[in-house]
Nanobody, 114 residues
Framework: QVQLVESGGGLVQPGGSLRLSCAASGTIGLFWLMAWYRQGPGQQRELVASIKSGDNTDYADSVKGRFTISRENGKNTVYLQMNSLKPEDTAVYYC????????WGKGTQVTVSS
């Protein structure tokens, strides 16, 4: 059974940084698409960043220049480096990985507050 586990969330002050990690277990082969989503209070889940095989990346306009998505070569592990965090980045962050099917993690809370 495939399981995704996120880590690295927490409380950070505005302007600070966090690095999220997501690792998959129970898999055979590599996922071709990995992504981070987030869902803020009272908001719909939105795509934050994605990375495909070949390291093609895409970002939401709201995080361009501040967040960086990366993946570990040969492993089903994806990272999200978040810099210059703002209060509006506060959300539960979920990773999603896609091969023939898509799988979601349970999420990790990121709170940006002074």
């Amino acid at each position: 059974q495939v399981q995704l586990v996120e880590s690295g969330g927490g409380l950070v002050q505005p302007g600070g940084s966090l690095r999220l990690s997501c690792a998959a277990s129970g898999t055979i082969g590599l996922f071709w698409l990995m992504a981070w989503y987030r869902q803020g209070p009272g908001q719909q889940r939105e795509l934050v960043a994605s990375i495909k095989s070949g390291d093609n990346t895409d970002y939401a306009d709201s995080v361009k220049g501040r967040f960086t998505i990366s993946r570990e070569n040969g492993k089903n592990t994806v990272y999200l480096q978040m810099n210059s965090l703002k209060p509006e980045d506060t959300a539960v962050y979920y990773c999603k990985m896609t091969a023939y099917n898509s799988y979601w993690g349970k999420g990790t809370q990121v709170t940006v507050s002074s």
